[in-house]
């Protein structure tokens, strides 16, 4: 097996682990019961809110992978991800007005008190197991709330990644920095390293083109061209 090589295109990337991402899953297993359980049948709605709640996790992963050799795709892909949850959760608001519904008010303690739950719990059996004993009106509102909560792990997520391109770079300048230090640590970087322009193998080094015992180091002297014979002359 070969090992790899940590130093450039790091290969472990854990999306799983990612705040942003648990909670994501959070968001698609509530939506997934809720959009079965109260659209009826048919309704275009259920696809679209499953749909929109998959985006909102799927892309999070894609974009971690994608990002270990383009930092650009990867933002994309964040971006794309926070855009499918604010679908999202116009589809929940929707829900609640047009059935005369509450959605609760930031300050309301039911609020606060989601909140906090949603805050501390990322693991989605949790919130499968709880949805099955609350109403549509309370499903809603804790599916909006952790929608909230995902937005701004998302959008603090997009700034570490643009301030992190802004110190390191793309995969063009991550690849030449790799380079350069493996040409260091084993002797070819530089004039003066080993395969350097003056080292023991570099062109004026020793054995280089130019070097004592390079073996083109002297040039060998031009041969000089024959003179034509003349023609014998034809017998009289």
């Known amino acids: 097996m070969i090992e790899e090589d940590k130093d450039f295109l790091r290969q472990d990337n854990n999306y799983r682990s990612l705040k942003a ?14 959009a079965h359980k109260y ?5 275009r709605t259920i696809d679209q809110m499953v749909q929109a709640a998959r985006s909102g996790k799927q892309n999070l992963a894609e974009g971690n992978i994608d990002g270990i050799t383009s930092r650009e795709m ?16 116009l589809d929940y608001e929707d829900y609640l007005r047009v059935r005369g519904l509450e959605q609760w008010k930031y300050d309301d ?8 739950f949603c ?20 499903i809603a509102n804790i599916a909006i709330t952790l929608i909230h909560q995902c937005d701004v792990l998302i959008r603090g997520l997009i700034e ?12 063009k300048e991550e690849m030449y920095r790799a380079r350069r230090e493996w040409q260091q640590r084993n002797g070819y970087g530089g004039q003066r390293g080993q395969y350097g322009a003056n080292g023991k193998y570099g062109a004026n080094g020793k054995y280089g083109a130019n070097g004592q015992h390079g ?13 034509p014979t003349q023609p014998n002359s034809p017998k009289e």
Do not use: M
């Open 21 to 34: 991402f648990q909670k994501a899953e959070c968001i698609y297993d509530v939506t997934f019961y809720f």
């Open 39 to 43: 659209l009826k049948t048919g309704d």
């Open 74 to 89: 990867e933002l994309k892909l964040t971006n794309v991800n926070r855009a499918s949850l604010h679908e999202l959760l």
């Open 109 to 116: 303690p039911r609020c606060i008190q989601t909140r906090a």
């Open 119 to 138: 805050k501390s719990h990322l693991d989605s059996a949790v919130y499968r197991k709880k949805i099955k004993e609350r109403s549509d009106e309370t």
């Open 160 to 171: 570490w990644k643009k301030r992190d391109f802004k110190e390191r770079g793309g995969i």
């Open 215 to 227: 073996q083109y180091g002297q040039p060998t002297q031009p041969i000089k061209p024959t003179q």
